[in-house]
T-cell receptor, first 114, second 114 residues
Framework: EAGVAQSPRYKIIEKRQSVAFWCNPISGHATLYWYQQILGQGPKLLIQFQNNGVVDDSQLPKDRFSAERLKGVDSTLKIQPAKLEDSAVYLC????????????FGSGTRLTVV | KQEVTQIPAALSVPEGENLVLNCSFTDSAIYNLQWFRQDPGKGLTSLLLIQSSQREQTSGRLNASLDKSSGRSTLYIAASQPGDSATYLCAVSPAGGATNKLIFGTGTLLAVQP
């Protein structure tokens, strides 16, 4: 089966600019996650979708970050305006359902804010 | 608040050695624990998933154990190879609630010298 697709692979922007990341999960996976991984740290959950509804966005900086999952398939994560501390790898993952099943991660988007 | 710690932060071993990576977590109320591998510039690859009711899982040269009551897990790698060089992350999924989010440790950077 095809994996989780993410684009772009790399992005460099100036602070205060906006940026968007795209994710296409594995076909049939109802649950989609966005994680932020800062250099030297483990990934941290930003938002979790179940189909097109938000299950958990408690750690999403809502003043600058937004995410949507239209039609319960693809998802977009946006940052506006970006700050230097947003420099990180943004990982998308999907799972068949919320529960005992394991995750499949995409390769991530590496964002550098200068 | 669940916290996950991994020791050591970095490890260098000669090829052929057996090695153990350690993971500890502060709250024993977990759904499952997973070990991931992360190669530079890549996403995460799931290695082993242990349900809370299980004690260990094995896959090839890898064996992961779980002692939920003491909040510990170990990843044992037998006969290490240079291709095993990567960052190894453990993550727990907290029990209860509607989410299946993962809380990650900061990882162990493994280098296997030929």
């Amino acid at each position: 089966e095809a994996g989780v697709a993410q684009s772009p692979r790399y992005k460099i922007i100036e602070k205060r600019q906006s940026v968007a990341f795209w994710c296409n999960p594995i076909s049939g996976h109802a649950t989609l996650y966005w994680y932020q991984q800062i250099l030297g740290q483990g990934p941290k959950l930003l938002i979790q979708f179940q189909n097109n509804g938000v299950v958990d966005d408690s750690q999403l900086p809502k003043d600058r970050f937004s995410a949507e999952r239209l039609k319960g398939v693809d998802s977009t994560l946006k940052i506006q305006p970006a700050k230097l501390e947003d420099s990180a790898v943004y990982l998308c993952a999907s799972s068949l359902w919320t529960g005992i099943y394991g995750y499949t991660f995409g390769s991530g988007t590496r964002l550098t804010v200068v | 608040k669940q916290e996950v710690t991994q020791i050591p932060a970095a490890l260098s071993v000669p090829e052929g050695e057996n090695l153990v990576l350690n993971c500890s977590f502060t709250d024993s109320a977990i759904y499952n624990l997973q070990w991931f591998r992360q190669d530079p510039g890549k996403g995460l690859t799931s290695l082993l998933l242990i349900q809370s009711s299980q004690r260990e899982q094995t896959s090839g040269r890898l064996n992961a154990s779980l002692d939920k009551s003491s909040g510990r897990s170990t990843l044992y790698i037998a006969a290490s190879q240079p291709g095993d060089s990567a960052t190894y992350l453990c993550a727990v999924s907290p029990a209860g609630g509607a989410t299946n989010k993962l809380i990650f440790g900061t990882g162990t950077l493994l280098a296997v010298q030929p």
